[in-house]
């Protein structure tokens, strides 16, 4: 099963108004990143924060990590209909493996 | 700057047929290559990834295939298509000894199995 699992699976809200999705994973991370995926096409990578951050920052982004709760939040302000999107969270775990680790995704639609 | 390119976009391939799907990278050298699945809602399956020329890590048993014949093509093969093999596929890359960093993901190609 996917370590990431997004929360909530869907948000409609208006634009203007904030977004906030979370990711909570199992096991402990070297790093945990955040992409953004619109309908049909490839992701794009957001923004990475490393396990000894507590929070990270990219114009409108937001990102938190709580390592003690193995959780994240992504945070969006002042939505805009064009962040209408699904957003995943991906873990690089710290086992030794190459591999990321993909959650379910948030599917996130700002009304005009 | 890198560029990712996959094709094709979209193939309707009949059951018990060949599959070969196409990723090449543009603008840099000795990068790791990914080859994800997504199903329609879901979340990204990692197939396959490629640390260089001929060396394949396979992640999932499956009836896929992928292989590395050049230092930016990256190829994701069957030779039978089954039905679940159906869903969106991803090709991504990252730079050379930079695991754990930021993926730079392909357009996809969008797989249906009839």
């Known amino acids: 099963s996917q370590q990431g699992e997004e929360d909530p699976q869907a948000l409609s809200i208006q634009e203007g108004e904030n977004a906030t999705m979370n990711c909570s994973y199992k096991t402990s991370i070297n790093n945990l990143q955040w992409y953004r995926q619109n309908s049909g096409r490839g992701l794009v990578h957001l923004i990475l924060i490393r396990s000894n951050e507590r929070e990270k920052h990219s114009g409108r982004l937001r990102v938190t990590l709580d390592t003690s709760k193995k959780s994240s939040s992504l945070l969006i302000t002042a939505s805009r209909a064009a962040d209408t999107a699904s957003y995943f969270c991906?873990?690089?775990?710290?086992?030794?493996?190459?591999?990321?680790?993909f959650g379910t995704g948030t599917r996130l639609k700002v009304l005009a | 700057s890198q560029t990712i390119h996959q094709w094709p976009a979209t193939l309707v391939q009949p059951v018990g047929s060949p599959l070969s799907l196409e990723c090449t990278v543009e603008g840099t050298s000795n990068p790791n290559l990914y080859w994800y699945r997504q199903a329609a809602g879901r979340g990204l399956q990692l197939l396959f990834y490629s640390v260089g020329i001929g060396q394949i890590s396979s992640e999932v048993p499956q009836n896929l295939s992928a292989s590395r014949p050049q230092d930016r093509q990256f190829i994701l093969s069957s030779k039978k298509l089954l039905l679940s093999d159906s869903g969106f596929y991803l090709c991504a890359w990252q730079g050379a000894g930079s695991f754990g960093y930021e993926q730079y993901f392909g357009p996809g190609t969008r797989l249906t199995v009839t």
């Open positions: 991906a873990t690089f775990p710290t086992s030794g493996t190459y591999k990321y680790i």
